[in-house]
């Protein structure tokens, strides 16, 4: 099952780091088959506040997201975390045919 490490950036400090960052982190994907499915777009935003941009990297599964995270290759955060205000998490994704109803199922006990 697929997996995304998503993070939401408010503010970037567009500097020297966040370049080096950028021009490393593409190669950091690759032994993990990782992939930007969105980066560098600006949100349209719906509903409430939603300051800075949202990047979502997918995974063929949440091990190789971990794997990723924590690989030596991508030691290279320190590069975005001390030059941005902001938020990252890993989230597994649904089977295929997964509906609303399953989750409320799982929380009212009945599945």
């Not at 990047?55 to 971990?66: K, S, T, Y």
Request: charged share 25%; aromatic share 10%; no cysteine.
């Amino acid at each position: 099952m697929n997996a995304y490490a998503i993070a939401h950036l408010r503010s970037v400090d567009f500097g020297a780091e966040i370049i080096r960052y950028l021009e490393k982190v593409d190669e950091t994907l690759v032994p993990y088959d990782g992939r930007f499915l969105v980066h560098g777009v600006d949100p349209e935003v719906m509903e409430g506040p939603f300051p800075g941009n949202v990047i979502v990297v997918e995974f063929p599964d949440i091990e190789r997201a971990r794997g990723w995270y924590h690989s030596p290759g991508y030691q290279i955060l320190p590069l975005r975390t001390d030059n941005s205000d902001g938020v990252a998490v890993l989230v597994g994704g649904t089977p295929d045919g997964y509906r609303a109803t399953d989750y409320l199922a799982k929380v009212m006990g009945r599945g």
